[in-house]
């Protein structure tokens, strides 16, 4: 039953996800179809200033995983070791990219396996249509008015014009020029 590990392998898929990107979808797809619970965990990275609050992120992410009946959507602040334990999860799933992603990856690896050996990091990789895709460079384009149809859903395109149109109030907004219509 959702919310309940119910003797299945439970997996922390974390991120920021602002916004979440087809590039994210295809990480939570699969991992879906590996592990018998996935709770995609909204956290906060100390390097970014989101452009999405934490409720926005979260009901972003619901709205597209409404078809994943073992994805719960969640979440969290602290450690993330910590948050993956108080929820049962063994495993944390990160994507990973491209070499670039990789030293990053290795230390957040490496960090979180020192503060839980229990818990541990399994990669797997984006899918090559998918390689060259971050949430930056979606809020780039979307910020420049540019097309990002077939890679973030509907939901997140329509979100992301609403934030960038004219007379919003985030700090991204309000540094720039109206946008009009449609890309
Ligand atoms: O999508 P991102 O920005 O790469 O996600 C990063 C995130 C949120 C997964 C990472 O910053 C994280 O795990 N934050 C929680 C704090 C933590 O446990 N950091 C690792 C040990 S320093």
Same mark, same amino acid.
Request: glycine residues 8%.
């Given at each position: 039953m959702k919310g309940e590990n119910d003797g299945k392998t439970t997996a922390?898929?974390?991120g920021s996800f602002d916004?979440?990107?087809? *590039?994210h979808l295809d990480i939570i797809r699969r991992a879906a179809n590996v592990f018998g619970r996935l709770i995609v965990a909204v956290g906060a990275n100390a390097a970014k200033?989101?452009?999405f609050s934490v409720a926005e992120r979260v009901e972003l992410l619901r709205s597209v995983t409404r078809d994943l009946p073992n994805v719960e959507i969640d979440h969290f602040d *602290?450690?993330?070791v910590d948050y993956a334990r108080s929820k049962g999860a063994k495993v944390i799933i990160k994507g990973l990219r491209a070499? $670039?992603?990789?030293e990053y990856e290795l230390q957040m690896a490496s960090i979180n396996h020192r503060l839980?050996?229990?818990i541990e990091t399994f990669f797997m990789m984006t899918s090559p249509k998918y390689s060259f895709l971050s949430s930056s460079i979606i809020r780039e384009v979307a910020r420049l008015n540019g097309s990002i149809a077939g890679l973030v859903p509907e939901?997140?395109?329509t979100a992301l014009r609403a934030k960038f149109s004219a007379g919003g109030s985030s700090p991204e907004? $309000?540094?720039l020029p109206s946008q009009s219509g449609p890309r």
């Open positions: 922390v898929y974390p916004p979440v990107t087809n *590039g200033t989101p452009l *602290g450690l993330l070499v $670039s992603d990789f839980d050996d229990r939901e997140v395109e907004r $309000s540094r």
